[in-house]
T-cell receptor, first 109, second 114 residues
Framework: DAKTTQPNSMESNEEEPVHLPCNHS???????IHWYRQLPSQGPEYVIH???SNVNNRMASLAIAEDRKSSTLILHRATLRDAAVYYC??????????FGAGTRLTVKP | KAGVTQTPRYLIKTRGQQVTLSCSPI?????VSWYQQTPGQGLQFLFE???????NKGNFPGRFSGRQFSNSRSEMNVSTLELGDSALYLC?????????????FGPGTRLTVL
């Protein structure tokens, strides 16, 4: 059965980098790895996604392991506005996203 | 461009009743996915519709069903409501049925079953 595992919670200091890990051992070769985050009282929002190579965008970077069974979301300089629950998942069968419980990120000033 | 809209935003029902929730995707998006979010279970996938056909399905009982119309709008229905169905129901739209496309989520419908 498809399953992703993430730490329940992580803490970071403001302006410091944060590395959020995710394990997705049931991934197949064509499944993109997606990351989303959910701020309080809002629906999840897209952060970043990738297939094999590391990816960068204005929000974050995504580091993907060579065997693709794990990935790490990198926030280069955490701000208070980055405090949220972060979810990762492969997009199985083209668009089947099996989010887990996510990682609650706390950013301390 | 307008985002994903969901109606109603809040709903209160009693056990045994049925409910229909609606989702309008972003213009041009043809795939709609539905999720149930509860404090204990997190964000759980219900089903995905693309071109009016169910393409993927999560591990939910048959009481949960959905459909998609030719304009890509989608509805989900829950029959014979149980207390445990109280949750935030989220829909998300994406351009197509592809692992590459990111999903855009609506604000959700908060369902309370009494």
């Amino acid at each position: 059965d498809a399953k992703t595992t993430q730490p329940n919670s992580m803490e970071s200091n403001e302006e410091e980098p944060v590395h959020l890990p995710c394990n997705h051992s049931t991934i197949s070769g064509t499944d993109y790895i997606h990351w989303y985050r959910q701020l309080p009282s809002q629906g999840p929002e897209y952060v970043i996604h990738g297939l094999t190579s590391n990816v960068n965008n204005r929000m974050a970077s995504l580091a993907i392991a060579e065997d693709r069974k794990s990935s790490t979301l990198i926030l280069h300089r955490a701000t208070l506005r980055d405090a949220a629950v972060y979810y990762c998942t492969p997009a199985y069968n083209n668009n089947d996203m099996r989010f887990g419980a996510g990682t609650r990120l706390t950013v301390k000033p | 461009k307008a985002g994903v809209t969901q109606t109603p935003r809040y709903l209160i029902k009693t056990r045994g009743q049925q409910v229909t929730l609606s989702c309008s995707p972003i213009s041009g998006h043809r795939s709609v996915s539905w999720y149930q979010q509860t404090p204990g279970q997190g964000l759980q996938f219900l089903f995905e519709y693309f071109s009016e056909t169910q393409r993927n399905k999560g591990n939910f009982p048959g009481r949960f069903s959905g459909r998609q119309f030719s304009n890509s709008r989608s509805e989900m229905n829950v029959s014979t409501l149980e207390l445990g169905d109280s949750a935030l129901y989220l829909c998300a739209s994406s351009l197509g049925h592809s692992s590459y496309n990111e999903q855009f989520f609506g604000p959700g419908t908060r369902l309370t079953v009494l």
